[in-house]
């Protein structure tokens, strides 16, 4: 065997770290190259390119590999450096993921360990001294007050069939932190996570385990917009199957384990469509975007929730909402865990955005319509300015629709006609010329 100060950090690890974890712990509760983010999107004029992604050496999870309980991170070093040499970097990746509650670096001659929960720090950990599962598990319980209902709880696995993309950190810090404040009692709760991070995969895997274990024999996903459920149904919630079932109106069905519907097809002015249903019917409503005014005790929406107030309720939201009239967390709660559109960006799972400002020549110098222009609905405009605040809002003007449509198409055939793209369009409007 070479001389160790000449061996390259990956024949450190495949020499001496991994076989001293894999003397105690089991190959299916050691992730080698976990990727825990993507790496930050940067921009270079029209051209993308990404920063450095963030990958663990080791990850550790209690029990199995399925991210149910991840307790540790290991770094590495080759022998040039100290056993102390990757433990900055263990710790930064431990506070990365939030709930991995302890960070080891080892150059192949020791193992460092810091403790996340209480800082404190062990150096000089021989080789063959390794902690196993067990007694990082009990030193876990000892200091966190982790509880029997939580582990059991906990320990129901996620719903994972090849191909399928396993939730990202940030996904499974929130799963398992609304599953272990259930075992712990709490009825709402709110998870903040940014627009396009997946919450429709959270409410998935949160249904199924609960569903599994034996804790919600019903649940009701609610939204506002057909989108929300309807693309969920084909997608994240495929794998119920013939267990789910779409509410619309007064179809009156009691035989499936998983309901959607939308918040008006339940209460539809006078009609309370779902009071054809006990009130302790469901187990469990998970209310997406529940911005939206579903918290708000002035709205209709608000007596779904009212009524079935027995359920778990879980409130998910990418902004949420805090007026005079509505409160996401005075009627949830504070969030169990928010991943906010800055985290999203940072880790490279959402794009940064740059504001391109175009002015038209109408937005500048506003729009008079010539006398006898009708709308759509064939009557006269009012003769006078409109300016950009009236565009999209009270007046579309189509020769400026298509303006737009056209900077947006030519932009993206500058810098990449497939790239995925969000266009954000006004409120409706009210009139239109013709």
């Known amino acids: 065997m070479i001389d160790k100060k ?9 020499n001496f770290i991994t076989p001293a974890i894999e003397r105690t712990w089991p190959k299916n509760c050691i992730r080698m190259e976990f990727p825990i983010t993507k790496g930050r999107i940067m921009i270079d004029g029209k051209i993308a390119k990404r920063g450095k992604a963030y990958f663990a050496d080791y990850l550790l999870c209690y029990s199995d590999a399925s991210l149910n309980f991840p307790l540790a991170v ?17 710790i930064k990746y431990a506070m990365h993921m939030e709930d991995v509650p302890y960070a080891f670096a080892s150059n192949g001659d020791s193992f460092t360990m810091h403790d996340m929960l209480t800082g404190e720090e062990t150096t000089d950990i021989p080789m063959d001294a390794f902690p196993s599962p067990e007694e990082l598990w009990r030193r876990y319980r000892a200091e966190s007050g982790f509880t029997d209902n939580e582990e059991k709880m906990l320990s129901v696995p996620y719903h994972y069939k090849e191909g399928d993309h396993e939730p990202r950190y940030y996904q499974w810090i929130s799963i398992n932190r609304v599953l272990a404040a259930i075992a712990r009692g709490d009825r709402r709760m709110l998870v903040v996570l940014a627009t396009g991070t997946g919450k429709t995969l959270v409410a998935f895997q949160i249904i199924w385990r609960l569903l599994q274990a034996g804790i919600v024999k019903r649940a009701l996903f ?5 989108i929300l459920v309807g693309q969920p149904m084909r997608d994240d919630f495929a794998p119920f199957g013939k267990k789910m079932y779409r509410l619309e109106k007064r179809e009156m069905d009691t035989v499936h384990q998983v309901y959607l519907s939308l918040y008006h097809q339940m209460k539809n002015g006078a009609e309370n469509y779902y009071t054809a249903y006990d009130r302790d019917f469901f187990d469990l409503v ?13 709205s209709s929406w608000h007596e779904i929730l009212e009524y079935f107030s027995s359920a778990i309720q879980i409130g998910m939201t990418a902004t949420p909402k805090e007026t005079k009239d509505t409160s996401n967390i005075e009627y949830f709660g504070n969030p169990v865990y928010t991943y906010s559109l800055k985290q ?10 740059k504001v391109i400002r175009v002015n038209l020549d109408i937005d500048v110098n506003g729009y008079r319509p010539a006398p006898g222009v009708l709308d759509i609905h064939g009557k006269p405009l009012e003769d006078r300015i409109y300016g950009q605040k009236d565009f999209d809002r009270t007046l579309v003007v189509k020769e400026r629709t298509l303006a737009v449509a056209r900077r947006i198409s030519d932009f993206l055939k500058e810098t990449g006609r497939f790239s995925k793209t969000i266009v954000f369009c006004g409120t409706m409007s009210r009139k239109s010329t013709s």
Not at 74 to 88: F, I, M, Q, R, Y
Not at 286 to 298: L, N, P, Q, T, Y
Not at 344 to 353: R, T
Request: aromatic letters at 4%; a negative charge.
């Open 74 to 90: 290991v770094e590495a070093k080759d022998n040039s450096h100290s056993p102390l040499g990757g433990l900055p970097q263990a």
């Open 222 to 226: 609610l939204a506002d917009r057909d």
């Open 344 to 353: 999203g960006i940072d880790d490279g799972f959402l794009a940064p955005y």
């Open 6 to 14: 000449q061996m390259t950090e990956e024949e450190i690890k495949l």
């Open 286 to 298: 998970i209310v997406d975007e529940c911005h939206r005014g579903s918290a708000d005790e002035g």
